[in-house]
Nanobody, 125 residues
């Protein structure tokens, strides 16, 4: 599975941005897909994800109510709509996919098999 993330950029606090992650290589609809972000010197942290079986959505508390994950299976693409952006959202955002991950393991980056290259989001104050 190959993942290609895009959509990052420089925005001001309060603005919105939509990230996209295009996938190829396998049956996308059977995979869990998610977004993580990484701050300088820190490990990747969970942002949002669709589970593998029922497509339920999960969010980090820090983004709940502001970010929305969605997917278009026909286009093999997952999106992260980010609203009310804050300077503390500044990070490199990565998309991930996995065909076997269980729900309880979604929150840890080490449990995901496939990763995109990352896209930088910078939010100025």
């Amino acid at each position: 599975v190959q993942l290609q993330a895009s959509g990052g950029g420089l925005v001001q606090a309060g603005d919105s941005l939509r990230l996209s992650c295009a996938t190829s290589g396998r049956t996308f609809s059977n995979y869990a897909v998610g977004w993580f972000r990484q701050f300088p010197g820190k490990e990747r942290e969970f942002v949002a994800a669709f589970s593998r079986n029922h497509g339920s959505t999960y969010y980090a508390d820090s983004v709940k109510g502001r970010f929305t994950i969605s997917r278009n299976n026909a286009k093999n693409t997952v999106y992260l709509q980010m609203n009310s952006l804050k300077p503390e959202d500044t990070a490199i955002y990565y998309c991930a996919a996995d065909s076997r991950i269980i729900t309880s393991s979604l929150y840890r980056a080490v449990n995901w098999d496939y990763w995109g290259q990352g896209t930088l989001v910078t939010v100025s104050s």
